[in-house]
């Protein structure tokens, strides 16, 4: 079993974070590539838990993830994550469909990953702004060195931030989609 140590936070300049990024050395390890987030839930279990299974489809491959209930050490969001690469998701999918449980929800994004110290940096643009991630070991301190105070890292994962904005605006779709993909339809 792994455990992530994560910080999200909202940026308003994506593009003033990955200078600052480039001027602390970071590495870039991954370019900006689409993700697109599959959430799965039987009756609600998973969820009234503070769980999350996701199967995952980007530029890289497919991986299924189980997240268990989040707590908070320091106000970085601590949570145990079990993480493997999938090589036919619509089989997972129908695996997962026999074992009862039901697509929920649907969330993309573009994510590019950065790695500074220990910690992994990733800077997401949704359709409800930009985010960035810090994960590891080091993750508050690595996000200050960014100009991104810990103190306003969000508690919400992107199921919740969606919720929360779907109540400001009605009319959003069910889901986190974009309107159209970017090269390609989505």
């Not at 039987?42 to 980007?58: M, N, P, S, Y």
């Not at 491959?61 to 090589?87: N, W």
Request: hydrophobic share 40%.
């Amino acid at each position: 079993m792994s455990s992530e140590r994560e910080l999200k936070i909202a940026v308003g300049d994506p593009a003033a974070l990955r200078r600052r990024l480039q001027g602390l050395g970071a590495r870039l390890l991954h370019a900006e590539g689409f993700e697109d987030n599959l959430v799965w839930d039987r009756g609600g279990e998973l969820r009234a838990a503070g769980c999350l299974l996701r199967l995952r489809e980007d530029g890289r491959g497919a991986r299924l993830t189980f997240k268990g209930p989040a707590s908070f050490e320091d106000g970085v969001k601590v949570r145990a994550e079990h993480e493997t690469a999938i090589g036919d998701p619509a089989s997972a999918a129908a695996i997962l469909r026999a074992l009862g449980y039901e697509q929920v929800r649907r969330y993309q994004k573009y994510r590019e990953e950065w790695r500074l110290a220990e910690v992994t940096v990733a800077l997401d643009r949704t359709p409800i702004g930009d985010f960035a991630e810090f994960e590891g070991g080091g993750a508050a301190a690595v996000a200050a060195r960014c100009g991104c105070p810990p103190s306003t890292a969000l508690a919400a994962d992107y199921l919740a931030l969606y919720e929360a904005f779907r109540q400001r605006h009605p009319d959003a779709p069910e889901d986190m989609v974009f309107a159209r993909r970017e090269g390609g339809d989505g």
